[in-house]
């Protein structure tokens, strides 16, 4: 009799195991819905003015929050790129961010796209405008690092 009983307890669990793992699987496959946005919030311009000091505090949280995935100089090679199968637009470029507004910008760092997590809930508005002016200093910077070809003389 014990033995039936420990039979019929073994392939109950087994069975509720199947069914939770079953479960688990399609809540996974189903894709979540991304926040879309809307023409109001893409029309948005930033408030902030980009400033030494406003461009190191975001430099700062970059380098804790965004700079595994981004790239400390924004050239969408961080650590974890590789690992999460990634395609990240490298920001030194300016052609990469220039057809975005800031509003666009501001909405993603706030929402989050893809696999990347939105810093609305855990970030300052004045903080997430300052990443804005982050990201577009990028293609300033690496403009700057050029170097300037000489035009031969006539």
């Known amino acids: 009799m014990r033995r039936i009983v420990l039979f019929m307890s073994a392939i109950l669990l087994g069975g509720f195991g199947i069914a939770h793992s079953m479960a688990s699987s399609k809540q996974e496959k189903?894709?979540?819905v991304e926040p879309k946005i809307t023409p109001e919030d893409a029309a948005k311009k930033n408030p902030v003015s980009p400033t030494p000091e406003g461009l190191a505090e975001a430099r700062k949280f970059f380098g804790y929050n965004c700079a595994m995935c981004h790239g400390k100089t924004g050239d969408g090679k961080g650590d974890l790129v590789a690992?999460?199968?990634l395609e990240l637009r490298d920001?030194?470029?300016?052609?990469?961010i220039e057809k975005l507004s800031d509003g666009e910008?501001?909405?993603i760092i706030s929402n989050?796209?893809?696999?990347?997590p939105g810093e609305g809930?855990?970030?300052a508005e004045k903080a997430r405008w300052n990443y804005v002016n982050l990201v577009r200093?990028?293609?300033?910077?690496?403009?700057a690092?050029?170097?300037k070809t000489e035009t031969p003389p006539s």
């Open 91 to 96: 920001w030194r470029d300016a052609s990469s």
């Open 30 to 32: 189903t894709p979540a």
């Open 105 to 107: 910008l501001f909405w």
């Open 112 to 116: 989050g796209k893809g696999k990347m």
């Open 83 to 85: 690992d999460m199968k």
């Open 145 to 147: 690092e050029k170097p």
């Open 121 to 123: 809930d855990r970030t």
């Open 137 to 143: 200093s990028f293609a300033k910077k690496s403009a």
